[in-house]
């Protein structure tokens, strides 16, 4: 069995600090990410991270940033490095690491690709969005299904054995745009689990894992791909709508999919103009009074500094929710 997570998981969305060598450390502080967070009192115990992504497109200066893959297109064995870095100093703070590794964000946007990305994952931007998708989530025995196991076994054989790490297979993951279809889901459902047999296959089977999906997927996911877990983001749980609702019927649904699986209520995919600290807040009471964890995603150094609404709010829900 994998290990019991804590009662109550508050993460602070800090997707490229994988990629960072200082692990967040700002021009004004010397501290990095973990010790901030943990030695100004924050409740913060989860931070997730996304591996297939550009390494830069938080602000982090390309003189600190280690990319995924290296010029020649290989895996970058300093990231892994980094990586292992990043969850060994977590679990000396107390925290969790959700590494996703997979970004749906990747094959859709250029802007979110990796760096010197293998040519076989390379998705072709002058096909449609649900083509690339296609190519990019079939589970096959080509070229790129082969590439894709490779990083997920060289990610699963480093972190082998870390008792707190989480893993989300893909950020977000659905097929969409035009020309998708329902049965082009139901066929993601096959992919993801043999990206889940592959990184069991260097883990071992005590694992926490699982995905986050899009709206219209997360029913044929989440009674099909075996969990752990799951990360519910804002458009699940309605977050600008009858949240409260939402987060209650969330808990409902995810419960039908696994009744022993955790859920994480997210606020990623809110406009960033309605995260206050009034709604994370509102939000973030509402997932713990159902004995929910939550999760925010956020500014953090060095590309921005960290959200004190944010942490505030945060410390504000779990003070007053025992």
Request: with cysteine; charged share 20%.
């Amino acid at each position: 069995m994998p290990n019991q997570v804590p009662r109550r998981l508050i993460g602070y969305g800090a997707y490229n600090l994988c990629f960072d060598s200082q692990l967040g450390k700002s021009a004004t502080d010397s501290r990095n990410f973990f010790d901030v967070l943990k030695g100004d009192g924050w409740p913060v115990n989860l931070v997730k991270v996304i591996c297939f992504r550009k390494s830069t497109i938080e602000g982090l200066p390309l003189s600190r940033a280690i990319s995924l893959y290296k010029p020649d297109r290989t895996i970058n064995p300093l990231f892994l490095d980094n990586l292992v870095k990043l969850v060994d100093y977590a679990a000396g703070k107390d925290f969790w690491v959700q590494v996703c590794i997979f970004h749906y964000h990747a094959v859709k946007d250029p802007n979110e690709s990796p760096e010197n990305i293998p040519g076989e994952l390379q998705p072709n931007f002058n096909t449609s969005l649900c083509d690339r998708l296609k190519k990019f989530f079939t589970a096959s025995s080509n070229n790129i299904t082969q590439k894709q196991k490779e990083l997920v076994a060289q990610l699963g054989q480093r972190l082998a054995g870390r008792p707190n790490v989480i893993w989300e297979l893909a950020n977000e993951v659905r097929m969409d745009g035009t020309g998708c279809t329902s049965a082009d889901n139901s066929n993601l459902v096959a992919w993801l689990s043999h990206m889940r047999d592959a990184l069991i296959n260097n883990t071992g089977p005590d694992i926490h894992v699982g995905t986050s999906t899009g709206i219209d997927n997360e029913q044929v996911t989440g009674r099909n791909l075996p969990a752990t877990f799951f990360d519910f983001h804002s458009g699940q749980w309605s977050a600008l709508g009858d949240y409260s609702f939402g987060i209650r019927t969330s808990k409902e649904r995810a419960a039908s999919y696994n009744s022993s699986a955790f859920l994480i209520i997210n606020d990623d995919g809110v406009p960033d103009a309605q995260r206050t600290g009034a709604n994370i807040t509102n939000w973030a009471t509402a997932a713990f009074q159902r004995g929910l964890h939550y999760a925010t995603k956020s500014t953090y150094p060095p590309g921005q500094a960290f959200s004190t609404h944010t942490l505030n709010a945060l410390k504000l829900s779990n003070n007053n929710t025992p």
